[in-house]
């Protein structure tokens, strides 16, 4: 096993989600139809006779919606692994101490359900006269009912036996290898969501739509372990959050950066390359003691003169600029569309455009590089911790994420 597999197995647990459902459904037979005379059913290898309901479905939809909300609670800091799902081990306690309250509504739904079983078949059975005898030969005991409806969860950690064959190992660390692949894909689909539900041709949105971006946010802060090239995003959505005004509406280019994000995010793979671009562009702090290393040193051996090789070689330095001194939305996006971009909407055309005319301001910002003190102009991204972000206009729009 790979050192890094190690790490990160060390960071998470596996929580594993076990809600079973009852289908009330049973399949459909021949004799339950009453066909026309001439009338042919096709062979069963060529087509099934699909299901019968047993009860209105809208009856076990509480069931349902608690399994989803348990997924969503397990995916707001952790991502899908080994048909459960991996959570960050400082984030454990929280998720388990919700999945406990969703068993508990579970239970009680459960109670209500099979006390009310009986008559939600009869109920059925009268609104439909005509099928009451392909229903009722059917019907399931209530016994056998309270044994398909269950919640439990198991929290697990993952680990290999030292005599695992080498094959195996590989197995897994192929899996942990793509832990961050599915992170980044879970990150996507949460922002496409954002974007057509809540951004797409608005003027201006209430703070709800802030809800999203910092669950993303705090999502990607949470896994930052599982690739390097988080922080850099983690880093870009904290600088526009530090941005956006604490109270009113939004609106005007703070939501037009929003948007841009947000569109950033429902891309994999750009999000990953933006990642990597910044990276790429820090500029090394050198701390205290070690300029006075260097000026001792440089009293000791004569000036270097450069020559064509070494600056040919040499990386030119990149001057981060001061998000105070800065609110113009210039260094959000450095790097993430090198390659040739198509926009297929009027939305993107604007979003490539914003985004181009950041780097072009970047571009302008490297040639001064040589003339400025990069010590004087490095800042740390500012880190936002979500603060009253609830309004009395806020809408009661909520989302399926």
């Known amino acids: 096993m790979s050192h890094e597999t190690q790490v990160i197995l060390d960071r998470v647990v596996l929580i594993k989600v076990d809600a079973n459902i009852y289908g009330a459904r049973k399949k459909l037979k021949k004799e339950d139809l009453v066909l026309a005379d001439g009338s042919k059913l096709p062979p069963e290898d060529l087509a099934s006779l699909g299901s019968k309901r047993l009860l209105d479905p809208d009856k076990l939809t509480v069931f349902n919606r608690l399994k989803k909300e348990a997924e969503r609670i397990c995916l707001r800091v952790g991502t899908r692994f080994l048909g459960g799902f991996a959570v960050p081990v400082e984030s454990a306690a929280g998720i388990t101490a919700e999945l406990e309250r969703i068993a508990l509504d579970f239970a009680a739904a459960k109670t209500e359900f099979i006390a009310?079983?009986?008559?939600?078949?009869?109920?059925?059975?009268?609104?439909?006269p005509?099928?009451?005898?392909?229903?009722?030969?059917?019907?399931?005991?209530?016994?056998?009912?309270?044994?398909?409806?269950?919640?439990?969860?198991?929290?697990?950690?993952?680990?290999?036996?030292?005599?695992?064959?080498?094959?195996?190992?590989?197995?897994?660390?192929?899996?942990?290898?793509?832990?961050?692949?599915?992170?980044?894909?879970?990150?996507?689909?949460?922002?496409?969501?954002?974007?057509?539900?809540?951004?797409?041709?608005?003027?201006?949105?209430?703070?709800?739509?802030?809800?999203?971006?910092?669950?993303?946010?705090?999502?990607?802060?949470?896994?930052?372990f599982l690739d390097h090239r988080v922080a850099p995003v983690v880093s870009t959505i904290?600088?526009?959050?530090?941005r956006i005004p604490n109270k009113g509406a939004i609106e005007g280019s703070i939501l037009q950066e929003?948007?841009?994000?947000?569109?950033?995010?429902?891309?994999?793979?750009k999000t990953r390359r933006h990642g990597?671009?910044?990276?790429?562009?820090?500029?090394?702090?050198?701390?205290?003691?070690?300029?006075d290393e260097i000026a001792e040193h440089a009293e000791l051996e004569p000036p270097m003169v450069p020559t064509a090789a070494t600056i040919a070689t040499e990386p030119t330095?990149?001057?981060?600029?001061?998000?105070?001194?800065?609110?113009?939305?210039?260094?959000?996006?450095?790097?993430?569309?090198?390659?040739?971009?198509?926009?297929e909407?009027?939305?993107?055309?604007w979003a490539l455009e914003v985004l181009l005319d950041k780097n072009q301001?970047?571009?302008?910002?490297?040639?001064n590089a040589d003339e400025s003190n990069p010590s004087e102009h490095s800042a740390e991204p500012a880190m936002v911790t979500a603060g009253d972000d609830e309004e009395a206009d806020d809408s009661d729009q909520d989302y399926w994420f």
């Open 116 to 128: 009310g079983y009986d008559a939600a078949v009869n109920d059925w059975v009268v609104r439909h």
């Open 130 to 224: 005509e099928f009451a005898g392909i229903i009722e030969q059917a019907v399931d005991s209530v016994e056998f009912v309270s044994t398909r409806l269950s919640f439990d969860f198991l929290v697990v950690s993952v680990s290999l036996p030292d005599s695992l064959q080498p094959a195996d190992v590989a197995r897994l660390d192929s899996k942990i290898g793509s832990l961050s692949e599915q992170m980044f894909y879970e990150i996507s689909v949460e922002a496409n969501q954002l974007i057509e539900q809540s951004l797409l041709g608005k003027e201006q949105v209430t703070r709800n739509a802030l809800r999203p971006i910092r669950r993303m946010r705090d999502k990607l802060d949470g896994l930052g």
């Open 238 to 242: 904290d600088d526009l959050l530090a």
């Open 258 to 269: 929003i948007l841009a994000t947000a569109m950033l995010l429902s891309d994999p793979d």
């Open 276 to 291: 990597e671009g910044l990276l790429v562009n820090q500029t090394p702090v050198v701390e205290e003691t070690d300029v």
């Open 317 to 343: 330095p990149v001057i981060a600029e001061n998000v105070s001194d800065s609110p113009d939305f210039t260094d959000l996006f450095d790097g993430i569309f090198d390659d040739e971009f198509e926009p």
């Open 345 to 349: 909407s009027a939305s993107e055309d």
């Open 361 to 367: 301001t970047k571009l302008v910002t490297e040639s």
